[in-house]
């Protein structure tokens, strides 16, 4: 979905095609915030949860600020439109790598919080 929205945004301009971009993105990050968090926490050891948790805040921190630093370079020497279609497209395939990397078929209880090879 971020992906997609992130192309979208860079070439879509119809305002209700931006409308349907913000609600989707924000609904994909509702879904996803709690869910990552939860599955970080499920799968940390017993005694070490707040600081997996701060240690996952701290990373994702320093890598939305550089993150952000980029974005702001591509938009002023590039265009404005730069940022989204490099985010879109690293998105899609970041997405197409994760299926083709991890074999569903040889990871068990994921749902569950507990991760097993076989």
């Known amino acids: 979905i971020y992906g997609f929205v992130y192309l979208g945004f860079a070439l879509l301009s ?45 990373l994702q921190g320093i890598g939305l600020l550089l993150s952000s630093m980029i974005a702001g370079l591509m938009w002023d020497k590039i265009n404005s439109n730069a940022p989204f279609l490099f985010g879109g497209v690293i998105g899609i395939i970041s997405a197409l790598m994760i299926l083709l990397i991890f074999d569903k078929d040889k990871m068990i209880g994921l749902s569950h919080g507990k991760i097993r090879k076989i």
């Open 14 to 58: 119809a305002k209700p095609a931006i409308l349907i971009l913000f609600i989707s993105y924000g609904t994909y990050t509702a879904l996803i915030s709690g869910a990552e968090r939860a599955f970080i926490v499920e799968n940390s050891p017993s005694g070490f949860k707040g600081t997996v948790l701060g240690l996952y805040g701290m």
